[in-house]
């Protein structure tokens, strides 16, 4: 892999879509085993640029400038309170506009890089409503001009709170406190941002969010909008109880995605991270985490111990030791460096929701909170104000608990299940030439993705890169039972050879111009939205969709959705029989039970 010119995998681009499609899954994967996306080196180099110059350089520039300090004596600003809301606020901006999270080639942004600002400030583009038939007013499935207006108010609002002058906040409850923890004289000011600001963004938030779910997860309001109510709140729950309850949400989250990580899914995805990490030295270390390249692409022992062992059980002990343990005092920096460990490896591999700069957050966060703030010095969970910590940790606690139980109604991003391979996923199957038809019926900001990466690549190479995301699909836990839905409903020729096959969560990027591994962002309501402007024949437009598995149960419902006609099946598979088969299918579909088939379903292949 060199720094300008990617690494395509072994095979002719000339014949490639000649082949059948598992054999193309099978080329596809191995060639993700040993080189990942198969990117060039520059665009690693690119995402890092972007890291320091946007947001580290440009957000602690704004973020000191405008508090009173320095930008170049970080030992003046690293532990004010002040310092860590505006990169609270910094970081909800980045990702709300669609510069953070789900940007660029590796979240299949190719051209333009950035979905976000362009396609939600555009009238007639799709939005999705989560409760249309409940909340009155969300109706519809067009983004209007008052859609548009609500998220540039937002956008202003966010960007108020870094701009706007700070407030003092000596005279809140615990600030001499504070004061005093942070070597400040009685007659020094303690800024902060003024907690009037946080309320308009919080309130456009939650219009946005009524009015279009898509957009609204995009700004990741279960990672910051805990965050800037405690902010708003802070007069009036007092510096100390703020502080503890940022510790109570950072904790939730960690907890929350080391829990979920239990099972047969992380398993499988720390192999494919690890595939496209760009640091690591060569093929011959990406293949030991494999247990048999290239027959054999089932996690190895060596995988198992970095999900599990440097994952799920760092991610649950030491935050749990962060927010009880006050001293010894080593054992909280040894706790801090592991959890800012954990953040830079994540960090290093790129994933592909990209998720840079709030693993750069976290990592400056448990030090902000733990160091800056010990346990010790009056910060601590115990002992700290429970007329306030105790709702907020029950409050935090709920959807969590509720999505693992019924994730039908909780997207896994407030759910806290942040990349544990247990997600909500579809694989999209055009009959031929009814692909070109989004391009020509559909307002959004970017031309599908194939098309994207035309305008770089010959039509046939530009099928090889974009087959990568098939591949990868196919080596995490889902994508068995994905392709056994399609295989059984179309039959071999046309599943095989006739049907063009498309990963979901990069295709759904072009029509609502972000995706973060949530296939609740393109369930049959965006479907049913599609359908209303392509007007798709029977057949033309099937979708597979899973939803995750629920915590307590085994197995994991799916249905098959065409476009013309809606849901016609459903049924469900056991985890471990889609976990445990090749991405290729060797052995042919895994078992399938079905609890329903429409009576309009016209299935050819196994299930006819």
């Known amino acids: 892999m060199g720094f300008k010119e990617g690494v395509l995998p072994d095979t002719d681009p ?45 957000g602690i520039t704004i973020a000191t400038l405008t508090s009173g300090f320095s930008p170049l004596h970080p030992s003046e600003w690293w532990n004010q309170p002040v310092f860590y809301q505006k990169a609270i606020m910094w970081t909800a901006l980045l990702e709300t506009i669609g510069l953070a999270g789900s940007w660029g080639p590796l979240a299949a942004h190719f051209s333009p890089m950035t979905g976000g600002l362009r396609h939600w400030l555009k009238p007639d583009t799709i939005r999705l409503p989560p409760w249309p038939d409940k909340v009155p007013g969300t109706k519809g499935d067009r983004r209007t001009g008052f859609d548009a207006t609500v998220y540039a108010l937002i956008l202003l609002t966010m960007a108020a709170t870094l701009f706007w002058p700070t407030v003092d906040a000596s005279g809140y409850t615990g600030g001499a406190t504070v004061k005093e923890h942070l070597g400040l004289a009685a007659a020094d000011k303690l800024p902060l941002i003024n907690p009037v600001l946080l309320i308009p963004v919080i309130v456009l938030l939650l219009i946005l969010g009524l009015r279009d779910k898509v957009a609204f997860l995009a700004s990741r309001p279960e990672q910051y909008m805990p965050a800037m109510l405690f902010f708003a709140l802070a007069p009036t729950m007092g510096l100390a109880t703020m502080i503890v309850a940022l510790k109570l949400l950072i904790t939730v989250v960690w907890l929350g995605a080391g ?73 909280v920096v040894i706790s801090v460096i592991m959890m800012i460990g954990l953040h830079t490896v994540i960090f290093s591999t790129f994933p592909l929701a990209v998720p840079l700069e709030w693993n750069v957050l976290f990592g400056f966060a448990v030090a902000f909170l733990y160091l800056g703030f010990p346990n010790k010095d009056g910060f601590g969970f115990i002992g700290s104000d429970y007329a306030w910590t105790l709702p907020i940790l029950v409050a935090l606690l709920v959807l969590p608990i509720l999505g693992n139980l019924r994730p039908d109604l909780v997207s896994f991003l407030p759910s806290m ?92 990027n072009s029509v609502v111009a972000f995706n973060f591994g949530d296939g609740h962002f393109h369930n049959e309501d965006l ?30 419902e799916w249905k098959l959705i065409d476009a013309a006609l809606g849901v016609v099946e459903r049924g469900t598979y056991k985890v471990k029989d889609s976990a445990d088969a090749q991405p290729w299918l060797p052995d042919g579909p895994i078992p399938l039970t079905y609890t329903y088939t429409s009576k309009s379903a016209t299935p050819a292949g196994a299930h006819a």
């Open 259 to 331: 829990i979920s990580k239990i099972g047969k899914h992380f398993g499988k995805v720390v192999p494919a991270m690890m595939s496209n990490t760009p640091v690591l030295p060569g093929k011959w270390i990406r293949r030991k985490f494999y247990r048999n390249f290239p027959e054999d692409l089932q996690p190895s022992g060596l995988a198992h111990f970095v999900a599990h062992g440097l994952g799920t059980v760092v991610e649950i002990t030491f935050p749990l030791v962060l927010l009880f343990v006050g001293s010894p005092w080593w054992l």
């Open 527 to 556: 479907i049913a939205a599609i359908q209303k402007r392509c007007n798709f024949k029977p057949g033309e437009f099937l979708v597979a969709w899973v939803e995750s598995q629920p915590i307590h149960k085994d197995y994991q």
């Open 14 to 58: 000339a014949t490639f879509m000649e082949k059948p499609y598992l054999e193309r899954v099978q080329i596809m994967s191995r060639s993700w085993v040993e080189n990942g996306f198969g990117t060039p080196k520059i665009l690693p180099t690119i995402y890092v640029v972007k890291v320091l110059v946007l947001y580290l350089a440009i």
């Open 417 to 508: 299940r942040q990349y544990a391979g247990n997600w909500a996923s579809a694989q999209w199957a055009f009959a031929p030439g009814a692909e070109k038809k989004m391009e020509e019926f559909i307002v959004r900001s970017a031309p599908n993705t194939i098309t994207q990466l035309q305008a770089t690549y010959p039509e046939d190479i530009a099928e090889v890169v974009l087959h990568n995301t098939n591949g990868w699909r196919g080596m995490h836990s889902q994508g068995p039972g994905l392709m056994s839905i399609l295989w059984n409903y179309l039959g071999d020729e046309k599943f095989q050879h006739e049907y063009t096959m498309r990963e979901a969560e990069f295709a759904c």
